[in-house]
């Protein structure tokens, strides 16, 4: 292998992997490492790899002819896609190694777990040092960083310690907010609850609005509900209605009650509203300027870090006021006109109003023909005073469409698939 000898792993963790051909196949999320009966250390037998559509593979050591913190390479295009299932003698090193509370021999000195190198010696990967941070007693200091050999560590086998979590968060900082909440169904409900309680809040609503609907709840339930209620605040109102709706209706009424009332109201207008129609999936959200606008100004507006990319794909014209639900519709404005037109017209020359608006009563079916229809990625949604009161994006569309357990890893899933770069499935 064209690789360093040795390679610490957490610094592997979301390094992409790259077929021969230079094209990303994936991104690394774990090292599985085999335990033997013997004292000698556990063997690394490979990597799990984060592919599309959110499915976990194995990549046996093997296939890879280059590995560092850069850049993770396949000797081959040809990979077992089925999803990864750890076998009862293997070890998944980030997961159940870091920020465990362990000792150093022969002194007995406590720390945690903040990385594991693995090293090759004659063709084998094997876990040889354990990169510890000590244990001081006193919060004001940082312990000292130790690098122990593996026979010198004690507490690495048995279960693993779910008390520390800033190493693990750590690890996960940087990933999106769908990559984190999949490595979160990966690990043990009070481990995966202790890592989420210590996201911030707006980092927390992320991760929810990307969980099954199961760990959402059980997750929300495990916070007190002050915390819970600060959390729903900083999701986005149609999303927050989604996670309350699969609450009991007291439950509900409690948490609403805690929130704001300026980031309440709008959630309880959307639990009023049937699921399957357009109503039900709807933000109440979306970009609303006044026909004086000029395109200056909603190019601006779209420009918001904030805005998901369907919803600033488009600008809702209506007379004020501009919160939902507004004054009479009067048409939209999809960001590419806007980038046609001088910056100083007004968007009520240029908006568009012969597309009929969605009811939301429309049931979803109907929504998703029509959008397809008419290649749009939002359409509005008006009451029958023709006032704005929402709009559905393709996004919304998309996650009533897949299956309810569309975003759990664990659901059942074809073994085996072939991507776009001839991948066949086979284990070779």
């Known amino acids: 292998m064209s690789t360093p000898t040795r390679v610490y792993i957490a610094r592997l963790a979301s390094v992409a992997v790259y077929d021969p051909n230079g094209d990303q196949v994936g991104r690394v999320r774990d090292a599985v490492a085999r335990l033997r009966p013997t004292k000698r250390p556990p063997e690394v037998v490979g990597l799990v790899a984060e592919m599309p559509m959110r499915r976990r593979i194995f990549l046996s050591i093997n296939r890879i002819i280059s590995i560092d913190a850069d850049a993770v390479v396949l000797g081959t295009g040809t990979l077992n896609l089925r999803r990864f299932e750890k076998r009862p003698n293997e070890l998944l090193v980030l997961q159940e190694l870091l920020d465990r509370r362990v000792q150093i021999d022969p002194a007995g000195q406590a720390g945690s777990v903040v990385d594991v190198a693995m090293e090759s010696t004659r063709g084998e990967w094997t876990l040889t040092r354990v990169a510890i941070r000590e244990h001081t007693g006193r919060l004001t ?7 122990v050999e593996w026979d010198r560590v004690r507490g690495l086998s048995g279960i693993a310690d779910t008390r520390g979590t800033a190493n693990l968060l750590a690890v996960l900082e940087d990933m999106r907010p769908a990559d ?10 009070a481990r995966r609850n202790e890592v989420a309680a210590a996201l911030d809040d707006e980092r927390l609503a992320d991760v929810l609005s990307e969980l099954p609907e199961h760990d959402q709840v059980e997750i929300l339930a495990a916070l007190d509900r002050e915390r819970a209620a600060d959390v729903l605040e900083q999701m986005e109102p149609d999303d927050a209605a989604d996670l309350l709706g699969e609450l009991p209706p007291p439950e509900q009424d409690v948490l609403l009650d805690l929130m704001e009332p300026d980031e309440a109201d709008p959630v309880r207008q959307l639990l009023k509203y049937t699921p399957g129609t357009a109503g039900g999936v709807m933000t109440s959200e979306p970009v609303i300027l006044p026909p004086d606008a000029t395109v200056a100004e909603a190019l601006a507006r779209v420009r918001e870090p904030q805005l998901s990319p ?7 014209v209506t007379r004020a006021p501009l919160t939902t639900p507004t004054g009479r519709y009067l048409g939209m404005v999809h960001f590419q006109r806007l980038l046609r037109e001088p910056p100083a017209d007004l968007l009520g020359g240029v908006v568009v109003n012969d597309i009929d608006p969605l009811r939301p009563t ?3 079916p109907e929504i998703t023909r029509r959008m397809a229809t008419y290649d749009l990625v939002a359409m509005p949604v008006i009451d029958r005073n023709n006032r704005l009161v929402g709009a559905v994006t393709v996004d919304d569309v998309l996650d009533h469409l897949l299956p309810r357990d569309w975003r759990d890893r664990h659901a059942a899933a074809p073994a085996t698939a072939t991507t776009d770069q001839g991948l066949d499935g086979t284990d070779g």
């Open 141 to 147: 200091r940082r312990g000292n960083l130790h690098q």
């Open 180 to 189: 984190l909440a999949n490595a979160l169904q990966d690990l043990p409900d």
């Open 310 to 316: 369907a919803v600033a794909a488009q600008v809702f």
């Open 362 to 364: 429309t049931p979803l």
